[in-house]
């Protein structure tokens, strides 16, 4: 079915992520701390509490206003690489929204590509230097492929699944990219935990429209 995606749409998708941020905060810890600083789950837990507080202050009255909003919040408070990358992706994504207030399937399809390619240009990563953009391009793929048949909770879900899916296929990676890359071969064996936050914020948005 095709659910409506408005801005209540768009806060709910940011209160999830901020609740799946604290549940899965150590995980995300545990997880960078394998194969780099430890300081992931830390930094995006205390990234989306900034932006519940930044909603709470002021509503936003589009969705692309609620992700301009998230973009801000995440660069000023998220440490490391995660606060210039979920920020740039989040920036990008609320351009290609722009004022509309509601997204329908092609422009949600189009705003997560536009995210997508906001990572990669900040990041300079590519499919399979284990990063997040593993589970980004995915994602995006499988979005744009669900996009045609105009249901917006398809599109999420679609997403969704291939984030999980991506977040998995890193584990045997051999990191190119960031922190992880010192490691050498060493880094094979454990999961991104960029792919794996990125995994966690995409369910959040499927989960807002179900």
Known sequence: ?????????AVKWLTLSAQAMAEHRVELIELDRAIGDSDHGENMDRGFQAVLDKLAETPPETPGA???LTAMALMSKVGGAAGPLY???FLRAATALGDAAYVDAPALA?????????????GKAESGDKTMVD???PAVEAA???AGDGDTLAVLIAAAEAAEAGAV???PLVARKGRASYLGERSAGHRDPGAASS??????????AA
């Open 144 to 146: 744009m492929a669900a």
């Open 1 to 9: 079915m095709t659910v409506t995606l408005d801005v209540t749409w």
């Open 199 to 208: 995994a966690l914020i995409l369910r959040a948005a499927a989960g807002a």
């Open 135 to 137: 589970a980004w391009t």
């Open 169 to 171: 296929a890193t584990d």
């Open 87 to 89: 920020g740039t992706a």
């Open 110 to 122: 189009a705003a997560l590509g536009a995210a997508r390619d906001g990572i990669v240009a900040r």
């Open 66 to 68: 609620a992700l301009k």
